[in-house]
């Protein structure tokens, strides 16, 4: 069985179509999609990214961008430019997509994994961007491996030892790496808004079968999703940092 473990796509269908083309053939190349969260918020097409995820055999858990959409969340934190990018996403939401996100759980077990946007410890707010913080979350579920998203940078943070010391791994492209047991916190990093410098979507095939972790990654015609953002408006600082990968 083999997951595409995708995340943070922030309503940039071009990046998702271009991630489900790179990644082959639904049955043959991988049977089942792992989302991370973050369907919608910031970019043009909330509604086509939901239909697209829900046109294919999928787990997807709630990101707080989701929950924004929704009302759900106190967003005076957000800053200005995602404040109104929430408040367009709201209006533009159908209401059979918004029952969507209402009805997405925020943690999910599945065999040795655990699925949570921010972290096992604060499911949907927390960033675990460094060693320190995914120390801190191990004690916070049960499995070897949790799958997270929420800082749109794709890395592995690794228990080392016993002492709960930990390091982060970066990410290697089209390599598998195996999953050996120990555990780990694993970021596929963003499709849709990648932060790493780098503008290309991310994503991972995670083969539980042979148990390995690939990371990949795809450039994508940004300059299209640009123009639509344009077109509806929205803040430049959001169009622009597309082409940057921050
Ligand atoms: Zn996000």
Redesign the pocket.
């Known amino acids: 069985m083999r997951y595409l473990v995708i995340s943070?796509l922030?309503a940039n269908l071009t990046a998702l179509e271009t991630v489900l083309a790179d990644a082959g053939q639904l049955g043959q190349d991988y049977d089942f999609v792992w989302c991370l969260g973050?369907v919608v918020?910031y970019g043009p097409d909330p509604n086509e990214c939901i239909d697209r995820l829900r046109s294919l055999p999928h787990l997807c858990i709630a990101?707080n961008?989701d929950w924004a959409a929704l009302g759900r969340l106190d967003i005076r934190t957000f800053n200005a430019d995602a404040r109104k990018a929430v408040g367009w996403t709201r209006e533009t939401l159908t209401d059979e997509n918004l029952a969507f996100l209402e009805a997405l759980p925020i943690t999910f077990v599945l065999g040795d994994f655990t699925l949570a946007h921010g972290s096992p410890r604060e499911p949907v707010w927390e960033y675990i961007l460094d060693p320190l913080i995914a120390a801190l979350n191990f004690s916070y579920y049960q499995t070897p491996y949790c799958l997270v998203?929420?800082t749109?940078t794709p890395v592995i943070f690794r228990m080392a030892g016993d002492r709960g010391e930990c390091d982060a791994v970066a990410p290697e492209y089209n390599m598998r790496v195996r999953l050996n047991g120990s555990r780990q916190i694993i970021n596929p990093g963003?499709v849709g808004q990648p932060r790493d410098s780098d503008p290309r979507a991310s994503y991972a095939i995670l083969d539980v079968d042979n148990m390995t972790w690939e990371y990949r990654r795809i450039p994508y015609d940004y300059k299209l999703v640009q123009q639509r953002m344009e077109r509806s408006d929205m803040p430049e600082r959001l169009i622009n940092r597309l082409e940057h990968g921050w």
């Open positions: 943070d922030h973050d918020g990101g961008h998203g929420h749109h963003s």
